[in-house]
T-cell receptor, first 118, second 108 residues
């Protein structure tokens, strides 16, 4: 089946630095990718919708200048956490969607990237 | 009031039992309703996707949406130990909202 990968799977960085997370669809082209974050023992939260060749759509409350998303190709979307702070420590998950109709799409999730900011 | 409410469990059932997972919500604008399954340290996997009210069946899984009551359910028939996971409901209108997840354990 379809596979979505993320790199890195785990990253530790110092406060104030920037971190880039890659999300790749390995065997299909994804026009739409989603970025989520999940804090421990909390629900998964959608951060933004990434569309190939256009600007990402951010959910309310998500700082677009802090979480830069680039969807440069049909198989790659990147999330850059700029000037990371300890409160940004979280589990970041991407997904890629294949739309076949309003009720027949399929979404494949990446394994997630755990970011720890010291 | 939270947009989406989901009982966190944990829920423990014997193998072969019928499992019922539920969520309630408050926003009548939600149109898309989803159920995800998440294994430990894995990304959440989309199980069921329903548009508006009604039922949808896929193998052992049945999703129900009752918009009049703002209530959605996921039923798992003939539950298996491999079904042991956290189940997340989610719904969207202009934004996505997720439940906190219900932890399910199916005992062999």
């Amino acid at each position: 089946g379809a596979v979505v990968s993320q790199h890195p799977s785990w990253v530790i960085c110092k406060s104030g630095t920037s971190v880039k997370i890659e999300c790749r669809s390995l065997d299909f082209q994804a026009t739409t990718m989603f970025w989520y974050r999940q804090f421990p023992k909390q629900s998964l939260m959608l951060m933004a919708t990434s569309n190939e060749g256009s600007k990402a759509t951010y959910e309310q409350g998500v700082e677009k200048d802090k979480f830069l998303i680039n969807h440069a190709s049909l198989t790659l979307s990147t999330l850059t956490v700029t000037s990371a702070h300890p409160e940004d420590s979280s589990f970041y998950i991407c997904s890629a969607i294949i739309w076949t109709g309003p009720n027949t799409d399929t979404q494949y999730f990446g394994p997630g990237t755990r970011l720890t900011v010291l | 009031q939270k947009e989406v409410e989901q009982d966190p469990g944990p829920l423990s059932v014997p193998e072969g039992a019928i499992v019922s997972l539920n969520c309630t919500y408050s926003n009548s604008a939600f149109q898309y309703f989803m159920w995800y399954r998440q294994y430990s340290r894995k990304g959440p996997e989309l199980l069921m996707y329903t548009y508006s009210s009604g039922n949808k069946e896929d193998g052992r899984f049945t999703a129900q949406v009752d918009k009049s009551s703002k209530y959605i359910s996921l039923f798992i028939r003939d539950s298996q130990p491999s079904d042991s996971a956290t189940y997340l409901c989610a719904m969207s209108g202009n934004q996505f909202y997720f439940g906190t997840g219900t932890s399910l354990t199916v005992i062999p």
